[in-house]
């Protein structure tokens, strides 16, 4: 067992698990995070990325009001992770358009703060010319802009800011427990280190409870009781950018559901179910991908013909609204004192949020918690940029001198900005890292090298967050065994693990791919069996293969 | 355009051109469609007759065996769906099973002599190369390029693994590492392993290098005896004995380019089992395409059947169309060999499953219809295991003739025969007997499209 001290301990690398410790470190904490997976695994790591305006919630102005005012900070502290996408609400009958019109208005409000048009109505002619896949009897479109973040870059950023002023960062060590003296107040945490196979225990008197879907687990190992409200939701993914625009309609159950082309795919999503099940375990259903499929085709006829590569699925922790549709619960988050209810001193725990206010989220809880310290230190996380936000980054002369392709560079810049400089450096040294590893995003050999050194990531799943490594049409067939080898030679893996990691990657592809397997999947399919089955023999391998939560039971 | 020919064979792989050879040196007039790469292109270019039992994780030891245990324990498996025949005594059918693959395989060697692609091994033993990954797998014949002479037996082997520079296909430390932890598993030889980089490049640069690229390369004069002034200071190094290479010493001419290194540096050159794309499948492809030309056959590239013409039990014509022009083909006889879903000849969606061509009911490994299955309940939650995915042995049911057929159990048509990955009853990934069948079923429909085509003359 270890023994280090800490002003306080946050659990949980999502969204708001590493935007509370960026500004816990900001504010100079001595700040540990802790984290059962690898940054961004769970929730955040499968939603659509939308900053949202909050349209959806227009019932509740503060929330409106406060996804705006995030929106901004976004597009000045993350500007290089920022995508503006223009979104079709397609009209099919008037009834569409008369039922509810208090949208635009509220919408309207705040169009100039987040630097978009007025919403307006279309005609059938200037949709289709938008995009001309929508269905031709459509009497009217309404248009819109949302803002869109990459959700594993931002997490990954928080986390390596918060790096940066200090903190410590630990992924794969999940809290098993708590030390709380007996006037209640929390002393220590004590986690299991998955990667090393041991129990270590820090000193603290603060801990931040941001683990999500797991929060009230957390709560539990203190013994607190913390209620919450699980809700499943799925998204279909297909192989390319299928659409010009979002497009938004309502579902067969009246619900919003949306087709937002999202960096080298397109996302379907969301359904919205309680749940009560492992998340871990949890797959789209055929109903999902239906509910979907059906609920688009009604405005894009054609929606069927592309190429879905995969599902994914994730849970959203929701504050505990009961008698409500998922959609009328509040989105609002809540920071739950346990100590202010006669329970244990010392544990916050977070209810609810969504992904454009985690950082709002983490100024209040750090408020809290310097209040709790007795310190008063102003809140900077809205003003310092994260890193890579710094300059534009002229890739066309970069694409000149280093001769690799555009469209590598343009997809490196996105999930780096300026910080691509360092990639591009090290091919000085070794241009044979210029190498295109994962064709589909495409990612080069020194970005994988570069995130291995910089970035702590321990398996190749780890790398898809941080890369996007394998999230093409081809789902990782062809840069799988590639990378391992890499990711082999970076941290002086065995020859077990080597296969070890392309078996994970493996499982975790097939986990998402096997829902929807149709069309041009059958065949990606028999190829990749081609590959690492037939010829490479992994299926008779006798390495120690650890079978996924997904893959137990029958 | 009309055409007139004895046989029409739809699919240019492994199966198709086995077919259209075996036709051609029939004397038969043999017309073969190909729409475009063949799986046999990507494959690593080994041939597997049999490799596993179905769920087993004991390596067979010999194809013959394996099939006399396979004609037992799975009798509805493509190998042995000629059993059936009637004309086939019943004390026979194991003899006449077996001894049908034994004839392919030795058809196979002797044929793919003096090609670009010669095979060694034998039926009465598999084979265990070592691939890309430092893994091995079982399998019956290996192009000459393979072949890694006593490595694994001689107890002062020391192994080299080559890569090459901005090549990302292969990675030798890895391969090194994971291959010397096998071997000490097994406590055999070699004993030593070592891994080193070199550069080629066939553009001058040294990064996104292809195996194609390379192969090309090395087919050029001097490509090999730069290759091997590389290679001397890394042997001497560590004293190797035998030296691995991705697959990639050349398109035309691999095993003189293997003899040459092996001339040159005093060890033992081979190519491992690769990914694609694949140079010695490819290799395999030409080598197939040339025999079947040689013997007489003529190929439509590009072409695919869109459309056919059946008169009662008999199919009279099909239609195979290029994006500039349609050909009428009458013929007296068809082969099928379209693939799977890589080749194209099934299809599906969540609907269920579709032959493309003739739109004949494809069934499922236990031959129930897969007409309206929803593919995803025909997987396993495991992505990468010796259960493999059944939908991945899905396909068409053949009578003991290898004519595919209906529900009731007839065939669709007298003169249409099936063979290759379009068949159903058996998953070649993990069984590792994917071209094996392919070749066998390529035969054997070939032999009874034959037969038919003299019978109704």
Same mark, same amino acid.
């Given at each position: 067992?270890?023994?280090?001290?800490?002003?306080?301990?946050?659990?949980?690398?999502?969204?708001?698990?590493?935007?509370?410790?960026?500004?816990?470190?900001?504010?100079?904490?001595?700040?540990?995070?802790?984290?059962?997976?690898?940054?961004?695994?769970?929730?955040?790591?499968?939603?659509?990325?939308?900053?949202?305006?909050?349209?959806?919630?227009?019932?509740?102005?503060?929330?409106?009001?406060?996804?705006?005012?995030?929106?901004?900070?976004?597009?000045?502290?993350?500007?290089?992770?920022?995508?503006?996408?223009?979104?079709?609400?397609?009209?099919?009958?008037?009834?569409?358009?008369?039922?509810?019109?208090?949208?635009?208005?509220?919408?309207?409000?705040?169009?100039?703060?987040?630097?978009?048009?007025?919403?307006?109505?279309?005609?059938?002619?200037?949709?289709?010319?938008?995009?001309?896949?929508?269905?031709?009897?459509?009497?009217?479109?309404?248009?819109?802009?949302?803002?869109?973040?990459?959700?594993?870059?931002?997490?990954?950023?928080?986390?390596?800011?918060?790096?940066?002023?200090?903190?410590?960062?630990?992924?794969?060590?999940?809290?098993?427990?708590?030390?709380?003296?007996?006037?209640? &107040?929390?002393?220590?945490?004590?986690?299991?280190?998955?990667?090393?196979?041991?129990?270590?225990?820090?000193?603290?008197?603060?801990?931040?409870?941001?683990?999500?879907?797991?929060?009230?687990?957390?709560?539990?190992?203190?013994?607190?009781?913390?209620?919450?409200?699980?809700?499943?939701?799925?998204?279909?993914?297909?192989?390319?950018?299928?659409?010009?625009?979002?497009?938004?309609?309502?579902?067969?159950?009246?619900?919003?559901?949306?087709?937002?082309?999202?960096?080298?795919?397109?996302?379907?999503?969301?359904?919205?179910?309680?749940?009560? &099940?492992?998340?871990?375990?949890?797959?789209?259903?055929?109903?999902?991908?239906?509910?979907?499929?059906?609920?688009?085709?009604?405005?894009?006829?054609?929606?069927?013909?592309?190429?879905?590569?995969?599902?994914?699925?994730?849970?959203?922790?929701?504050?505990?609204?009961?008698?409500?549709?998922?959609?009328?619960?509040?989105?609002?988050?809540?920071?739950?004192?346990?100590?202010?209810?006669?329970?244990?001193?010392?544990?916050?725990?977070?209810?609810?949020?969504?992904?454009?206010?985690?950082?709002?989220?983490?100024?209040?809880?750090?408020?809290?918690?310097?209040?709790?310290?007795?310190?008063?230190?102003?809140?900077?996380?809205?003003?310092?940029?994260?890193?890579?936000?710094?300059?534009?980054?002229?890739?066309?002369?970069?694409?000149?001198?280093?001769?690799?392709?555009?469209?590598?560079?343009?997809?490196?810049?996105?999930?780096?900005?300026?910080?691509?400089?360092?990639?591009?450096?090290?091919?000085?040294?070794?241009?044979?890292?210029?190498?295109?590893?994962?064709?589909?995003?495409?990612?080069?050999?020194?970005?994988?090298?570069?995130?291995?050194? &910089?970035?702590?990531?321990?398996?190749?799943?780890?790398?898809?967050?941080?890369?996007?490594?394998?999230?093409?049409?081809?789902?990782?067939?062809?840069?799988?065994?590639?990378?391992?080898?890499?990711?082999?030679?970076?941290?002086?893996?065995?020859?077990?693990?080597?296969?070890?990691?392309?078996?994970?990657?493996?499982?975790?592809?097939?986990?998402?791919?096997?829902?929807?397997?149709?069309?041009?999947?059958?065949?990606?399919?028999?190829?990749?069996?081609?590959?690492?089955?037939?010829?490479?023999?992994?299926?008779?391998?006798?390495?120690?293969?650890?079978?996924?939560?997904?893959?137990?039971?029958? | 355009?009309?055409?007139?020919?004895?046989?029409?064979?739809?699919?240019?792989?492994?199966?198709?051109?086995?077919?259209?050879?075996?036709?051609?040196?029939?004397?038969?007039?043999?017309?073969?469609?190909?729409?475009?790469?063949?799986?046999?292109?990507?494959?690593?270019?080994?041939?597997?007759?049999?490799?596993?039992?179905?769920?087993?994780?004991?390596?067979?030891?010999?194809?013959?065996?394996?099939?006399?245990?396979?004609?037992?324990?799975?009798?509805?498996?493509?190998?042995?769906?000629?059993?059936?025949?009637?004309?086939?005594?019943?004390?026979?059918?194991?003899?006449?099973?077996?001894?049908?693959?034994?004839?392919?395989?030795?058809?196979?060697?002797?044929?793919?002599?003096?090609?670009?692609?010669?095979?060694?091994?034998?039926?009465?033993?598999?084979?265990?190369?070592?691939?890309?990954?430092?893994?091995?797998?079982?399998?019956?014949?290996?192009?000459?390029?393979?072949?890694?002479?006593?490595?694994?037996?001689?107890?002062?082997?020391?192994?080299?693994?080559?890569?090459?520079?901005?090549?990302?296909?292969?990675?030798?430390?890895?391969?090194?590492?994971?291959?010397?932890?096998?071997?000490?598993?097994?406590?055999?030889?070699?004993?030593?392993?070592?891994?080193?980089?070199?550069?080629?490049?066939?553009?001058?640069?040294?990064?996104?290098?292809?195996?194609?690229?390379?192969?090309?390369?090395?087919?050029?004069?001097?490509?090999?005896?730069?290759?091997?002034?590389?290679?001397?200071?890394?042997?001497?190094?560590?004293?190797?004995?035998?030296?691995?290479?991705?697959?990639?010493?050349?398109?035309?001419?691999?095993?003189?380019?293997?003899?040459?290194?092996?001339?040159?540096?005093?060890?033992?050159?081979?190519?491992?089992?690769?990914?694609?794309?694949?140079?010695?499948?490819?290799?395999?492809?030409?080598?197939?395409?040339?025999?079947?030309?040689?013997?007489?056959?003529?190929?439509?590239?590009?072409?695919?059947?869109?459309?056919?013409?059946?008169?009662?039990?008999?199919?009279?014509?099909?239609?195979?169309?290029?994006?500039?022009?349609?050909?009428?083909?009458?013929?007296?006889?068809?082969?099928?060999?379209?693939?799977?879903?890589?080749?194209?000849?099934?299809?599906?969606?969540?609907?269920?499953?579709?032959?493309?061509?003739?739109?004949?009911?494809?069934?499922?490994?236990?031959?129930? !219809?897969?007409?309206?299955?929803?593919? !995803?309940?025909?997987?396993?939650?495991?992505?990468?295991?010796?259960?493999?995915?059944?939908?991945?042995?899905?396909?068409?049911?053949?009578?003991?003739?290898?004519?595919?057929?209906?529900?009731?159990?007839?065939?669709?048509?007298?003169?249409?025969?099936?063979?290759?990955?379009?068949?159903?009853?058996?998953?070649?990934?993990?069984?590792?007997?994917?071209?094996?069948?392919?070749?066998?079923?390529?035969? !054997?429909?070939?032999?009874?499209?034959?037969?038919?085509?003299?019978?109704?003359?």
């Amino acid at each position: 067992m270890t023994d280090s001290k800490f002003d306080v301990v946050v659990i949980g690398g999502g969204s708001t698990g590493t935007a509370v410790a960026r500004d816990c470190a900001m504010r100079g904490l001595r700040t540990l995070l802790l984290e059962r997976d690898d940054i961004a695994s769970a929730t955040v790591g499968t939603c659509a990325g939308m900053i949202s305006s909050g349209l959806k919630y227009r019932d509740e102005p503060d929330i409106m009001k406060m996804c705006s005012t995030e929106v901004v900070y976004w597009n000045h502290i993350a500007r290089h992770i920022v995508m503006k996408n223009p979104i079709l609400a397609p009209l099919l009958d008037l009834s569409d358009a008369a039922s509810d019109s208090s949208y635009m208005e509220s919408y309207s409000e705040h169009v100039e703060e987040r630097d978009v048009p007025a919403m307006m109505f279309l005609t059938p002619d200037a949709t289709l010319e938008i995009e001309p896949m929508l269905h031709p009897e459509i009497i009217a479109s309404v248009y819109y802009e949302e803002y869109f973040i990459d959700p594993f870059r931002l997490c990954l950023l928080q986390a390596l800011d918060a790096r940066n002023h200090g903190a410590e960062i630990r992924t794969y060590c999940e809290v098993i427990d708590f030390e709380i003296n007996d006037k209640q &107040e929390i002393e220590g945490v004590i986690f299991y280190n998955r990667v090393f196979g041991t129990t270590e225990r820090v000193t603290t008197k603060l801990v931040v409870n941001a683990a999500g879907p797991w929060a009230h687990k957390v709560a539990k190992s203190a013994k607190e009781e913390l209620h919450i409200r699980l809700n499943k939701g799925a998204h279909v993914i297909f192989d390319r950018r299928i659409v010009n625009t979002g497009i938004t309609v309502k579902a067969m159950d009246g619900r919003w559901v949306y087709l937002f082309p999202h960096e080298n795919t397109t996302l379907l999503g969301t359904t919205a179910l309680d749940t009560w &099940e492992d998340p871990d375990t949890l797959v789209a259903s055929f109903d999902e991908i239906e509910y979907l499929l059906q609920s688009m085709e009604t405005v894009l006829p054609s929606i069927r013909e592309a190429r879905i590569i995969r599902t994914m699925t994730g849970v959203r922790p929701l504050v505990p609204d009961f008698k409500v549709p998922e959609r009328n619960v509040t989105r609002g988050y809540r920071i739950v004192d346990h100590g202010e209810n006669d329970g244990t001193k010392g544990l916050l725990s977070f209810l609810g949020g969504k992904l454009v206010t985690c950082r709002h989220m983490a100024e209040a809880v750090t408020d809290l918690v310097c209040e709790k310290l007795g310190k008063d230190i102003a809140c900077t996380t809205h003003e310092k940029p994260l890193p890579g936000n710094e300059d534009d980054v002229d890739i066309i002369a970069l694409s000149k001198e280093y001769d690799i392709s555009l469209h590598a560079l343009e997809r490196m810049r996105a999930r780096r900005g300026t910080e691509m400089l360092k990639v591009l450096e090290m091919t000085k040294e070794h241009p044979e890292w210029k190498t295109t590893i994962c064709t589909c995003e495409p990612i080069i050999e020194a970005e994988i090298r570069l995130s291995i050194r &910089e970035e702590f990531p321990q398996t190749l799943n780890d790398l898809r967050r941080r890369l996007r490594l394998g999230t093409g049409p081809c789902q990782g067939t062809f840069c799988t065994y590639k990378a391992a080898s890499i990711l082999s030679e970076e941290l002086g893996l065995a020859g077990d693990d080597f296969l070890v990691d392309i078996l994970d990657f493996r499982a975790e592809r097939w986990k998402g791919i096997r829902q929807s397997m149709r069309g041009e999947q059958l065949a990606q399919e028999e190829l990749a069996q081609g590959m690492y089955a037939c010829v490479g023999n992994l299926d008779q391998s006798d390495v120690d293969y650890d079978l996924k939560p997904w893959e137990e039971g029958h | 355009m009309d055409l007139e020919t004895d046989l029409v064979v739809i699919g240019g792989g492994m199966a198709g051109l086995i077919a259209g050879t075996i036709a051609a040196e029939a004397g038969l007039d043999t017309i073969l469609l190909r729409k475009g790469q063949s799986a046999t292109a990507y494959s690593s270019g080994a041939i597997d007759v049999i490799g596993y039992l179905p769920e087993a994780s004991e390596p067979i030891i010999s194809p013959e065996e394996g099939l006399f245990a396979l004609s037992r324990l799975y009798p509805l498996h493509p190998y042995n769906v000629l059993g059936y025949d009637k004309r086939i005594e019943f004390e026979k059918v194991m003899e006449n099973i077996v001894g049908r693959t034994k004839d392919t395989v030795t058809w196979l060697k002797a044929h793919l002599d003096g090609t670009i692609a010669p095979l060694m091994g034998d039926f009465e033993s598999n084979m265990h190369p070592i691939t890309i990954l430092g893994t091995t797998k079982p399998t019956c014949l290996i192009q000459k390029t393979m072949h890694n002479g006593d490595v694994q037996d001689r107890e002062d082997s020391v192994l080299l693994f080559v890569g090459i520079m901005g090549y990302a296909d292969f990675n030798p430390s890895t391969a090194a590492k994971t291959y010397l932890e096998d071997r000490m598993a097994a406590a055999g030889p070699p004993r030593k392993v070592g891994h080193c980089i070199i550069q080629v490049m066939p553009f001058g640069k040294p990064y996104n290098v292809s195996s194609i690229e390379l192969a090309r390369h090395l087919d050029h004069e001097g490509s090999i005896e730069n290759l091997a002034e590389q290679l001397k200071e890394h042997i001497e190094q560590i004293g190797a004995t035998h030296v691995a290479f991705p697959p990639v010493l050349g398109l035309q001419d691999a095993l003189k380019n293997k003899e040459k290194l092996e001339e040159l540096t005093g060890t033992t050159v081979f190519e491992l089992l690769g990914f694609p794309p694949s140079i010695p499948g490819q290799r395999l492809q030409r080598a197939l395409e040339t025999i079947f030309t040689k013997a007489g056959g003529k190929m439509l590239l590009g072409h695919e059947a869109t459309s056919y013409l059946k008169v009662d039990d008999n199919l009279k014509s099909i239609t195979a169309a290029s994006p500039r022009r349609e050909i009428k083909i009458d013929a007296k006889a068809f082969v099928l060999a379209t693939g799977k879903y890589i080749g194209g000849g099934i299809a599906g969606d969540e609907t269920g499953l579709r032959e493309t061509v003739f739109d004949l009911k494809p069934v499922t490994g236990d031959y129930h !219809s897969a007409m309206e299955i929803v593919p !995803s309940r025909f997987t396993s939650r495991l992505s990468i295991s010796p259960t493999g995915q059944p939908i991945q042995s899905c396909g068409l049911s053949v009578d003991p003739r290898f004519r595919p057929v209906d529900e009731d159990g007839l065939e669709w048509a007298k003169n249409l025969f099936a063979a290759g990955a379009v068949l159903a009853g058996y998953n070649y990934s993990v069984e590792k007997s994917g071209l094996g069948v392919a070749a066998t079923s390529g035969y !054997s429909a070939a032999k009874n499209a034959i037969e038919f085509i003299k019978e109704v003359a």
